[in-house]
Protein backbone atom coordinates (compact mmCIF):
# COMPACT_ATOMS: atom_id res chain seq x y z
CA UNK A 1 0.00 0.00 0.00
CA UNK A 2 1.36 3.26 -1.11
CA UNK A 3 1.62 6.31 2.28
CA UNK A 4 -0.71 9.01 2.35
CA UNK A 5 0.21 12.15 2.93
CA UNK A 6 -1.48 15.81 2.16
CA UNK A 7 -0.87 17.24 -0.85
CA UNK A 8 0.41 20.98 -0.73
CA UNK A 9 -3.03 22.82 -0.42
CA UNK A 10 -4.02 20.84 1.60
CA UNK A 11 -2.15 20.74 4.44
CA UNK A 12 -3.23 23.93 5.48
CA UNK A 13 -6.35 26.10 5.64
CA UNK A 14 -5.89 28.36 2.07
CA UNK A 15 -8.90 30.59 2.60
CA UNK A 16 -8.55 31.05 5.76
CA UNK A 17 -4.70 32.44 4.91
CA UNK A 18 -6.21 34.90 2.52
CA UNK A 19 -8.50 36.42 4.74
CA UNK A 20 -6.14 36.37 7.82
CA UNK A 21 -3.61 38.02 5.66
CA UNK A 22 -5.57 40.69 3.62
CA UNK A 23 -4.22 41.97 0.10
CA UNK A 24 -5.15 44.67 -2.54
CA UNK A 25 -8.06 46.93 -1.52
CA UNK A 26 -9.03 44.39 1.46
CA UNK A 27 -5.73 45.49 2.78
CA UNK A 28 -6.73 48.95 3.26
CA UNK A 29 -10.10 48.23 4.38
CA UNK A 30 -9.34 46.09 7.11
CA UNK A 31 -6.16 48.09 8.38
CA UNK A 32 -7.25 51.45 8.08
CA UNK A 33 -9.99 50.93 10.72
CA UNK A 34 -7.86 49.17 12.59
CA UNK A 35 -6.62 50.78 16.42
CA UNK A 36 -3.05 50.23 17.48
CA UNK A 37 -4.34 48.26 20.50
CA UNK A 38 -6.16 45.85 18.25
CA UNK A 39 -3.32 45.64 15.86
CA UNK A 40 -1.51 44.52 19.71
CA UNK A 41 -4.12 41.72 20.50
CA UNK A 42 -3.93 40.48 16.63
CA UNK A 43 -0.13 40.19 17.34
CA UNK A 44 0.02 38.19 20.42
CA UNK A 45 -2.62 36.32 19.41
CA UNK A 46 -0.39 34.65 16.38
CA UNK A 47 2.63 35.56 18.65
CA UNK A 48 1.59 32.79 21.59
CA UNK A 49 0.80 30.43 18.77
CA UNK A 50 3.81 30.52 17.67
CA UNK A 51 5.25 29.77 20.69
CA UNK A 52 3.66 27.08 21.39
CA UNK A 53 4.66 25.67 18.00
CA UNK A 54 8.77 26.74 18.68
CA UNK A 55 8.46 25.24 22.05
CA UNK A 56 8.25 21.55 20.62
CA UNK A 57 11.55 21.95 18.89
CA UNK A 58 14.93 20.59 20.29
CA UNK A 59 16.30 23.86 18.49
CA UNK A 60 14.23 26.03 20.83
CA UNK A 61 14.33 24.36 24.10
CA UNK A 62 17.75 24.06 23.90
CA UNK A 63 18.77 27.56 23.29
CA UNK A 64 15.76 28.86 25.50
CA UNK A 65 16.31 25.79 27.98
CA UNK A 66 20.18 26.92 28.24
CA UNK A 67 18.28 30.51 29.01
CA UNK A 68 16.77 29.05 32.08
CA UNK A 69 13.15 29.90 30.79
CA UNK A 70 10.02 27.69 30.46
CA UNK A 71 6.62 27.68 29.11
CA UNK A 72 5.30 29.71 31.80
CA UNK A 73 7.68 32.18 31.64
CA UNK A 74 6.18 33.25 28.28
CA UNK A 75 2.82 34.80 28.95
CA UNK A 76 2.41 37.04 26.00
CA UNK A 77 4.20 39.63 23.83
CA UNK A 78 4.85 41.55 26.48
CA UNK A 79 7.45 38.89 27.79
CA UNK A 80 9.42 38.65 24.18
CA UNK A 81 12.37 40.63 25.68
CA UNK A 82 12.97 37.45 27.76
CA UNK A 83 13.73 35.61 25.10
CA UNK A 84 17.51 34.90 23.93
CA UNK A 85 18.27 36.78 19.91
CA UNK A 86 18.89 34.06 17.38
CA UNK A 87 20.84 34.17 13.84
CA UNK A 88 22.28 32.87 11.29
CA UNK A 89 25.25 31.39 13.15
CA UNK A 90 22.84 29.84 15.72
CA UNK A 91 20.83 28.00 12.62
CA UNK A 92 24.58 26.60 10.90
CA UNK A 93 25.57 25.69 14.79
CA UNK A 94 22.32 23.39 14.62
CA UNK A 95 23.50 22.12 10.82
CA UNK A 96 26.70 21.44 12.11
CA UNK A 97 25.53 19.29 15.35
CA UNK A 98 22.63 17.52 13.49
CA UNK A 99 23.51 17.30 9.28
CA UNK A 100 22.54 17.80 6.85
CA UNK A 101 19.76 20.18 7.39
CA UNK A 102 19.55 21.05 11.21
CA UNK A 103 17.08 20.52 14.39
CA UNK A 104 15.59 24.26 13.98
CA UNK A 105 12.83 23.62 11.51
CA UNK A 106 10.27 20.98 13.93
CA UNK A 107 10.05 18.45 11.04
CA UNK A 108 11.89 15.40 12.84
CA UNK A 109 9.19 14.56 15.61
CA UNK A 110 6.49 14.42 12.22
CA UNK A 111 5.82 11.01 11.46
CA UNK A 112 6.74 10.69 8.07
CA UNK A 113 3.48 9.64 6.25
CA UNK A 114 2.23 13.31 7.93
CA UNK A 115 4.88 15.71 7.03
CA UNK A 116 3.90 18.59 5.15
CA UNK A 117 5.47 18.89 1.73
CA UNK A 118 8.16 21.25 1.80
CA UNK A 119 10.05 23.80 -0.35
CA UNK A 120 13.51 23.44 0.10
CA UNK A 121 16.22 26.24 -0.43
CA UNK A 122 19.68 27.35 0.47
CA UNK A 123 21.91 30.56 1.16
CA UNK A 124 24.26 30.77 -1.76
CA UNK A 125 26.81 29.90 0.47
CA UNK A 126 29.61 31.49 -1.39
CA UNK A 127 32.09 31.71 1.51
CA UNK A 128 30.95 28.48 3.45
CA UNK A 129 28.20 25.83 3.88
CA UNK A 130 25.26 26.82 2.29
CA UNK A 131 22.43 27.84 4.97
CA UNK A 132 19.40 25.38 4.33
CA UNK A 133 16.12 27.48 3.85
CA UNK A 134 12.65 25.19 4.57
CA UNK A 135 9.53 26.33 4.74
CA UNK A 136 5.95 24.61 5.33
CA UNK A 137 3.24 25.20 3.10
CA UNK A 138 1.51 27.95 4.74
CA UNK A 139 4.58 29.66 6.08
CA UNK A 140 5.71 29.75 2.38
CA UNK A 141 2.56 30.87 0.81
CA UNK A 142 2.19 33.90 3.40
CA UNK A 143 5.73 34.61 2.29
CA UNK A 144 4.80 34.70 -1.17
CA UNK A 145 1.72 36.26 -0.31
CA UNK A 146 3.33 39.34 1.28
CA UNK A 147 5.60 40.10 -1.68
CA UNK A 148 2.37 40.80 -3.88
CA UNK A 149 0.71 42.73 -1.20
CA UNK A 150 3.55 45.04 -1.37
CA UNK A 151 4.01 44.96 -5.07
CA UNK A 152 -0.15 45.93 -5.74
CA UNK A 153 0.34 48.41 -2.53
CA UNK A 154 2.88 50.47 -4.69
CA UNK A 155 0.24 50.40 -7.37
CA UNK A 156 0.89 47.35 -9.82
CA UNK A 157 -1.30 47.65 -12.41
CA UNK A 158 -3.93 45.37 -13.25
CA UNK A 159 -2.34 42.89 -16.22
CA UNK A 160 1.01 44.08 -15.94
CA UNK A 161 3.92 42.47 -17.11
CA UNK A 162 6.70 42.05 -14.95
CA UNK A 163 10.25 41.16 -15.48
CA UNK A 164 12.03 39.36 -12.99
CA UNK A 165 15.79 39.58 -12.45
CA UNK A 166 16.38 37.42 -9.45
CA UNK A 167 18.67 34.19 -9.40
CA UNK A 168 16.96 30.57 -9.46
CA UNK A 169 19.01 27.71 -9.12
CA UNK A 170 18.88 26.38 -5.08
CA UNK A 171 18.72 30.13 -3.69
CA UNK A 172 15.41 31.14 -2.88
CA UNK A 173 15.26 34.42 -4.57
CA UNK A 174 13.58 34.06 -7.41
CA UNK A 175 11.72 31.41 -7.05
CA UNK A 176 9.76 33.29 -4.33
CA UNK A 177 8.62 36.35 -6.44
CA UNK A 178 7.84 33.90 -9.29
CA UNK A 179 5.36 32.28 -6.93
CA UNK A 180 4.38 35.75 -5.51
CA UNK A 181 3.02 37.41 -9.06
CA UNK A 182 1.74 34.20 -10.59
CA UNK A 183 -0.24 33.48 -7.67
CA UNK A 184 -1.33 36.90 -5.81
CA UNK A 185 -1.12 39.38 -8.58
CA UNK A 186 -2.66 38.68 -12.47
CA UNK A 187 0.80 39.83 -13.96
CA UNK A 188 2.56 38.14 -16.78
CA UNK A 189 5.76 37.28 -15.45
CA UNK A 190 9.07 36.78 -17.18
CA UNK A 191 11.55 34.93 -15.18
CA UNK A 192 14.53 36.47 -17.07
CA UNK A 193 17.15 35.83 -13.94
CA UNK A 194 20.37 37.03 -14.14
CA UNK A 195 22.40 37.91 -16.61
CA UNK A 196 23.97 34.20 -16.43
CA UNK A 197 20.87 32.98 -16.56
CA UNK A 198 19.54 35.19 -19.55
CA UNK A 199 21.73 37.33 -21.81
CA UNK A 200 21.89 41.00 -20.68
CA UNK A 201 21.22 41.59 -24.31
CA UNK A 202 18.54 38.83 -24.59
CA UNK A 203 16.94 40.08 -21.53
CA UNK A 204 16.27 43.85 -22.81
CA UNK A 205 14.91 42.36 -25.90
CA UNK A 206 12.46 40.21 -23.97
CA UNK A 207 11.53 43.78 -22.46
CA UNK A 208 10.92 45.02 -25.80
CA UNK A 209 8.98 42.09 -27.67
CA UNK A 210 6.79 41.55 -24.66
CA UNK A 211 5.90 45.05 -22.96
CA UNK A 212 7.79 44.64 -20.18
CA UNK A 213 6.27 47.73 -18.06
CA UNK A 214 7.64 46.26 -14.52
CA UNK A 215 11.65 44.93 -13.43
CA UNK A 216 12.08 43.78 -10.24
CA UNK A 217 15.62 42.91 -9.10
CA UNK A 218 19.16 43.87 -7.34
CA UNK A 219 19.25 47.61 -8.60
CA UNK A 220 22.89 46.85 -9.68
CA UNK A 221 21.93 44.71 -12.30
CA UNK A 222 18.93 46.67 -13.10
CA UNK A 223 21.03 50.25 -13.94
CA UNK A 224 23.54 47.94 -15.89
CA UNK A 225 20.19 46.80 -18.07
CA UNK A 226 19.72 50.54 -19.07
CA UNK A 227 23.35 50.38 -20.70
CA UNK A 228 22.44 47.49 -22.15
CA UNK A 229 19.26 48.73 -23.87
CA UNK A 230 21.31 51.60 -25.27
CA UNK A 231 24.24 49.34 -26.35
CA UNK A 232 21.14 47.32 -28.37
CA UNK A 233 20.31 50.49 -30.22
CA UNK A 234 17.18 50.49 -27.54
CA UNK A 235 16.35 53.73 -25.77
CA UNK A 236 14.88 52.95 -22.42
CA UNK A 237 11.89 55.07 -21.96
CA UNK A 238 10.72 54.94 -25.41
CA UNK A 239 11.31 51.53 -26.97
CA UNK A 240 10.93 50.15 -23.55
CA UNK A 241 8.84 51.94 -21.20
CA UNK A 242 9.25 51.07 -17.57
CA UNK A 243 6.47 52.54 -14.98
CA UNK A 244 7.91 50.76 -11.97
CA UNK A 245 10.94 49.30 -10.90
CA UNK A 246 10.67 47.76 -7.48
CA UNK A 247 14.15 46.76 -6.14
CA UNK A 248 16.17 47.01 -2.78
CA UNK A 249 17.98 50.25 -3.09
CA UNK A 250 18.79 50.47 0.73
CA UNK A 251 21.08 53.87 0.58
CA UNK A 252 21.09 53.96 -3.39
CA UNK A 253 20.95 57.40 -5.34
CA UNK A 254 17.29 56.89 -6.96
CA UNK A 255 17.97 60.10 -9.57
CA UNK A 256 20.48 57.93 -11.50
CA UNK A 257 18.06 54.96 -11.68
CA UNK A 258 15.01 56.41 -12.47
CA UNK A 259 16.51 58.65 -15.48
CA UNK A 260 18.37 55.54 -16.56
CA UNK A 261 14.94 53.76 -17.15
CA UNK A 262 12.94 57.23 -18.45
CA UNK A 263 12.01 58.30 -14.97
CA UNK A 264 9.84 55.16 -13.84
CA UNK A 265 8.61 55.33 -10.05
CA UNK A 266 10.94 53.80 -7.88
CA UNK A 267 9.71 50.99 -4.68
CA UNK A 268 12.08 49.70 -2.18
CA UNK A 269 11.15 46.79 0.40
CA UNK A 270 13.01 44.76 3.08
CA UNK A 271 13.35 41.08 3.82
CA UNK A 272 15.82 38.54 4.23
CA UNK A 273 15.67 35.23 3.09
CA UNK A 274 14.20 33.19 6.16
CA UNK A 275 11.37 35.30 6.91
CA UNK A 276 10.45 36.54 3.92
CA UNK A 277 8.78 40.32 2.86
CA UNK A 278 9.26 42.53 5.63
CA UNK A 279 8.43 45.95 4.80
CA UNK A 280 7.49 47.53 1.88
CA UNK A 281 7.32 51.10 0.56
CA UNK A 282 4.12 52.29 -0.04
CA UNK A 283 2.40 54.88 -2.67
CA UNK A 284 3.54 58.05 -0.23
CA UNK A 285 7.12 57.44 -0.42
CA UNK A 286 7.43 58.39 3.12
CA UNK A 287 9.70 55.15 4.33
CA UNK A 288 9.10 51.76 4.48
CA UNK A 289 5.87 50.23 6.31
CA UNK A 290 6.25 47.16 8.29
CA UNK A 291 3.54 44.54 7.97
CA UNK A 292 3.21 44.09 10.97
CA UNK A 293 0.12 41.50 11.07
CA UNK A 294 3.17 39.43 10.08
CA UNK A 295 6.29 40.10 11.64
CA UNK A 296 6.80 41.50 15.13
CA UNK A 297 10.10 43.74 14.40
CA UNK A 298 12.18 45.24 17.58
CA UNK A 299 15.20 47.79 16.19
CA UNK A 300 17.51 46.93 19.10
CA UNK A 301 21.27 48.49 19.91
CA UNK A 302 24.38 46.22 18.44
CA UNK A 303 25.67 46.51 21.20
CA UNK A 304 23.30 46.16 24.23
CA UNK A 305 20.64 44.10 22.30
CA UNK A 306 18.65 47.25 23.77
CA UNK A 307 15.42 48.74 21.96
CA UNK A 308 16.45 52.01 20.12
CA UNK A 309 14.87 55.25 20.35
CA UNK A 310 12.74 56.27 17.92
CA UNK A 311 15.01 57.75 14.75
CA UNK A 312 18.20 56.05 15.68
CA UNK A 313 19.60 53.17 14.28
CA UNK A 314 19.49 49.48 15.22
CA UNK A 315 19.78 46.21 14.43
CA UNK A 316 16.52 44.27 12.54
CA UNK A 317 15.24 41.62 15.05
CA UNK A 318 12.28 39.88 13.60
CA UNK A 319 9.92 37.20 14.75
CA UNK A 320 7.66 35.69 12.16
CA UNK A 321 4.18 35.95 13.24
CA UNK A 322 2.78 33.21 10.65
CA UNK A 323 5.48 30.59 10.71
CA UNK A 324 3.72 28.48 13.59
CA UNK A 325 4.22 25.24 10.89
CA UNK A 326 7.92 24.64 9.32
CA UNK A 327 10.56 26.85 10.72
CA UNK A 328 9.10 29.22 13.19
CA UNK A 329 11.32 32.38 13.84
CA UNK A 330 11.36 34.11 16.79
CA UNK A 331 13.71 37.11 17.90
CA UNK A 332 15.96 36.48 14.24
CA UNK A 333 18.50 39.32 14.59
CA UNK A 334 19.52 39.86 10.68
CA UNK A 335 22.44 42.23 11.45
CA UNK A 336 20.80 44.36 8.87
CA UNK A 337 20.32 48.15 10.39
CA UNK A 338 17.19 50.50 9.97
CA UNK A 339 15.86 53.41 11.97
CA UNK A 340 12.08 54.15 12.42
CA UNK A 341 10.62 56.79 11.32
CA UNK A 342 8.86 59.20 13.30
CA UNK A 343 5.40 60.67 12.67
CA UNK A 344 1.77 59.41 12.07
CA UNK A 345 1.03 56.73 9.12
CA UNK A 346 -0.42 59.15 6.21
CA UNK A 347 -2.22 56.20 4.66
CA UNK A 348 -4.29 55.58 8.08
CA UNK A 349 -1.98 52.33 8.96
CA UNK A 350 -1.37 51.01 12.00
CA UNK A 351 1.44 49.95 11.41
CA UNK A 352 4.86 51.71 11.86
CA UNK A 353 7.65 52.44 9.53
CA UNK A 354 11.63 52.04 8.87
CA UNK A 355 13.57 54.03 6.66
CA UNK A 356 15.37 50.66 5.22
CA UNK A 357 18.35 49.10 4.70
CA UNK A 358 21.03 50.98 6.09
CA UNK A 359 23.89 48.90 6.26
CA UNK A 360 25.11 45.86 7.88
CA UNK A 361 26.50 46.00 12.13
CA UNK A 362 28.60 42.97 11.55
CA UNK A 363 31.00 42.22 8.75
CA UNK A 364 28.71 41.40 5.79
CA UNK A 365 28.53 43.18 2.70
CA UNK A 366 25.55 42.46 0.34
CA UNK A 367 26.50 43.13 -3.33
CA UNK A 368 24.32 42.87 -6.11
CA UNK A 369 22.36 40.28 -4.05
CA UNK A 370 25.57 38.27 -3.17
CA UNK A 371 26.34 37.95 0.73
CA UNK A 372 30.09 38.15 0.86
CA UNK A 373 31.64 37.79 4.37
CA UNK A 374 35.41 39.81 4.36
CA UNK A 375 36.29 36.78 6.07
CA UNK A 376 35.48 34.35 4.05
CA UNK A 377 38.13 35.76 1.27
CA UNK A 378 41.14 34.67 2.92
CA UNK A 379 40.72 30.91 2.61
CA UNK A 380 39.58 31.69 -0.79
CA UNK A 381 42.88 33.12 -1.80
CA UNK A 382 45.00 30.69 -0.46
CA UNK A 383 44.94 28.48 -3.73
CA UNK A 384 47.38 30.70 -5.01
CA UNK A 385 51.04 30.09 -4.20
CA UNK A 386 52.39 34.26 -3.80
CA UNK A 387 49.25 35.12 -1.68
CA UNK A 388 50.85 35.73 2.40
CA UNK A 389 47.95 35.85 4.13
CA UNK A 390 47.28 39.16 4.43
CA UNK A 391 44.21 40.82 2.82
CA UNK A 392 41.02 43.60 3.04
CA UNK A 393 38.43 44.28 1.66
CA UNK A 394 37.27 47.62 1.02
CA UNK A 395 33.28 48.28 -0.13
CA UNK A 396 32.90 51.38 -2.25
CA UNK A 397 30.52 53.15 -4.39
CA UNK A 398 31.29 55.19 -7.42
CA UNK A 399 30.05 58.54 -9.13
CA UNK A 400 27.00 56.45 -10.73
CA UNK A 401 26.25 55.33 -7.25
CA UNK A 402 27.19 51.53 -8.45
CA UNK A 403 28.32 49.26 -5.45
CA UNK A 404 32.04 47.65 -5.71
CA UNK A 405 34.66 45.71 -3.45
CA UNK A 406 38.30 45.86 -3.64
CA UNK A 407 40.40 43.45 -2.39
CA UNK A 408 43.83 43.92 -1.28
CA UNK A 409 45.57 40.98 -1.12
CA UNK A 410 49.49 41.01 0.11
CA UNK A 411 52.06 38.95 -2.10
CA UNK A 412 55.07 38.05 -2.21
CA UNK A 413 56.04 38.56 -6.04
CA UNK A 414 57.88 41.82 -6.90
CA UNK A 415 55.88 44.65 -8.15
CA UNK A 416 56.86 43.97 -11.82
CA UNK A 417 54.63 40.91 -11.87
CA UNK A 418 52.03 41.78 -10.20
CA UNK A 419 49.71 42.73 -13.53
CA UNK A 420 50.63 39.54 -14.94
CA UNK A 421 49.14 38.31 -11.68
CA UNK A 422 45.52 40.36 -11.63
CA UNK A 423 43.62 38.22 -13.69
CA UNK A 424 43.98 35.21 -11.99
CA UNK A 425 43.10 36.59 -8.90
CA UNK A 426 39.79 37.95 -10.50
CA UNK A 427 38.76 35.34 -12.23
CA UNK A 428 39.30 33.06 -9.08
CA UNK A 429 37.30 35.01 -6.50
CA UNK A 430 34.80 35.72 -9.24
CA UNK A 431 34.44 32.13 -9.79
CA UNK A 432 34.35 31.72 -5.80
CA UNK A 433 31.91 34.71 -4.97
CA UNK A 434 29.61 34.27 -7.56
CA UNK A 435 29.86 38.13 -9.18
CA UNK A 436 33.22 40.36 -10.13
CA UNK A 437 35.71 42.33 -7.68
CA UNK A 438 38.36 44.25 -8.14
CA UNK A 439 41.52 43.08 -6.87
CA UNK A 440 44.97 45.27 -6.14
CA UNK A 441 47.92 43.58 -4.82
CA UNK A 442 50.69 44.71 -2.62
CA UNK A 443 53.84 43.73 -0.84
CA UNK A 444 54.28 42.21 2.30
CA UNK A 445 53.35 44.22 5.48
CA UNK A 446 51.67 47.05 3.27
CA UNK A 447 48.01 46.60 4.69
CA UNK A 448 49.24 46.17 8.29
CA UNK A 449 48.52 50.08 9.28
CA UNK A 450 44.55 49.35 7.62
CA UNK A 451 44.35 45.65 9.02
CA UNK A 452 46.42 46.73 12.34
CA UNK A 453 46.71 43.08 12.92
CA UNK A 454 49.81 43.79 14.49
CA UNK A 455 47.86 45.42 17.25
CA UNK A 456 44.24 43.66 17.30
CA UNK A 457 43.43 40.54 18.25
CA UNK A 458 40.78 39.88 15.17
CA UNK A 459 42.25 42.40 12.01
CA UNK A 460 40.21 44.35 10.32
CA UNK A 461 39.09 42.98 7.24
CA UNK A 462 36.31 45.22 5.99
CA UNK A 463 36.24 49.24 5.34
CA UNK A 464 32.94 49.63 4.28
CA UNK A 465 33.58 53.44 2.38
CA UNK A 466 29.90 53.42 1.04
CA UNK A 467 27.47 54.81 3.01
CA UNK A 468 30.46 57.72 4.69
CA UNK A 469 31.55 55.16 7.03
Known amino acids: MQASYPTYFESFDYQAMLEDYPLGQALLEHFQRMSAKELRALQNQRFMKVMARAWQIPFYQRIWGK ?15 KLPLISKADIMASVEQFPPIGDFHGLDAIPKEQRPPLVFHTTSGTTGTPQPLLFGPKGREVQSLLVARSYRFMGLKPAATIQS ?22 AIFLSAGTGVETRSAQQVQLMKTFGVNVLVGFVDYIKRLADVAKEEGLTPGKDIKIDMIIGHLGMESRDSIAKAWGNPELFDWYGVGDTGCIAAEGPDHDGMHVWEDAHYLELLDPDSNQPVAVGERGNMVVTCLYKDDVYPIIRFNTHDL ?37 QGVGPMLEERPEFLGEFLCKAVRDDTGRDEMIVLVEVSSPPEQRSELLDSYQSLLKRKIGIEVQVELVGEGELTALTQVDVRQKPIRLLDQRFGG
Request: hydrophobic residues 30%; charged residues 25%; contains cysteine.
Open 67 to 81: AGLSPADIQSLEDIE
Open 338 to 374: SEQLPGENKLGLPFKRIRGFMGRSDNMVKLRGINIYP
Open 165 to 186: CYGHGMINGGHYIREAVTRYTN
